[in-house]
Nanobody, 122 residues
Framework: QLQLVESGGGLVQAGDSLRLSCASS????????MAWFRQAPGKEREVVAA????????YYPDFVEGRFTISRDNAKNTVYLQLNSLRPEDTAMYYC???????????????WGQGTQVTVSS
């Protein structure tokens, strides 16, 4: 089981960067694929990045356009999301999630953090 805590969100201007972190207190962190999702008010939750158990595979949806990078450090039980060239439309609550395999849809993930807010001003 994973307990996930996100950090690193904030208010930035368009074009700025942020690095989100998600720390796990579970002992079996490396047994899980991890992902970052986001949800803006009135919109559905969508995946922004996913990474396999040992980091050999990653997934990004098309709208990321090379601006975001997901990584993990299994020795620190932490997954990261580097956000570059942020746009106002990236404004959302960002959640990390853990599941048995790399997946693109939220219902394949079993464990969720509480989220960290990212707000991008124009």
């Amino acid at each position: 089981q994973l307990q996930l805590v996100e950090s690193g969100g904030g208010l930035v201007q368009a074009g700025d960067s942020l690095r989100l972190s998600c720390a796990s207190s579970g002992r079996s962190f490396s047994n899980f694929a991890m992902a970052w999702f986001r949800q803006a008010p009135g919109k559905e939750r969508e995946v922004v990045a996913a990474i396999s158990m040992f980091g050999s595979s990653t997934y990004y949806p098309d709208f990321v356009e090379g601006r975001f990078t997901i990584s993990r450090d299994n020795a620190k039980n932490t997954v990261y999301l580097q956000l570059n060239s942020l746009r106002p439309e990236d404004t959302a609550m960002y959640y990390c999630a853990g599941g048995p395999s790399l997946a693109r849809v939220w219902d394949r993930y079993l464990f969720w953090g509480q989220g960290t807010q990212v707000t991008v001003s124009s």
